[in-house]
């Protein structure tokens, strides 16, 4: 696959007050999970491995463990506010918000967790922007995971939110497996994923 050039491209010009939510659905031709956060467009990088198999492994424990009442989603669109649409890497929502096949996000109110598996050019989105912008919004728990330098397995910093200030609190850090039990009771082996002895 090649890029193509740089003079051919047709970037969108963003509105006086910034794309919302609503932008995000309509514009043609936006590279797969395209965010919008605080009106901008962001664009992510190619994924690497590990993203990819810390948020497989999360999101087939976090079905394996949770009920019918929920359903566990792969990086789909949170509507927070009308100018902020990120896409965290797994979300937790109610079952009665699924409405089918062709539905394209959720709402802040119906999401029970989000998760950020964090990686290099997401790092200050992953761990101060999308965290206060989801605890602004009310949604009670959030998972951030980091890839530990030494074993190269995920670690999980699990937060809840504080109500009055809405702001999240650090409940733990899990390394080998994710004990928890809100927003139901999960757990999770951790080092499925990590460089093979």
Request: charged share 25%.
């Amino acid at each position: 696959m090649t890029a193509e050039p740089a003079e051919h491209r047709r970037w969108p010009v963003p509105p006086p007050d910034g794309w919302t939510v609503d932008d995000l659905f309509t514009l043609p031709d936006l590279p797969p999970h395209t965010e919008v956060i605080d009106g901008s467009l962001i664009f992510v990088g190619p994924q690497r491995r590990f993203h990819f198999l810390a948020v497989d492994l999360l999101v087939q424990g976090l079905r394996a463990c949770l009920g019918p009442e929920f359903s566990v989603e792969r990086e789909m669109t949170v509507v927070l506010d009308r100018r902020n649409g990120p896409e965290p890497d797994v979300s937790v929502v109610r079952a009665d918000a699924v409405t089918g096949l062709d539905q394209t996000c959720f709402h802040a109110k119906d999401v029970l967790l989000a998760v950020e598996v964090v990686f290099p050019d997401s790092e200050a989105r992953d761990r101060m922007y999308k965290p206060h912008k989801y605890a602004v919004a009310g949604i009670p728990n959030f998972w951030r995971v980091e890839q530990d330098g030494l074993t190269g397995r995920p670690v999980v910093h699990v937060y809840e939110l504080d109500l009055l200030t809405m702001s999240y609190v650090h409940m733990g850090r899990h390394s080998n497996r994710v004990e928890v039990d809100k927003p139901a009771p999960v757990d999770i082996d951790l080092t499925a994923v990590g460089p093979r002895p």
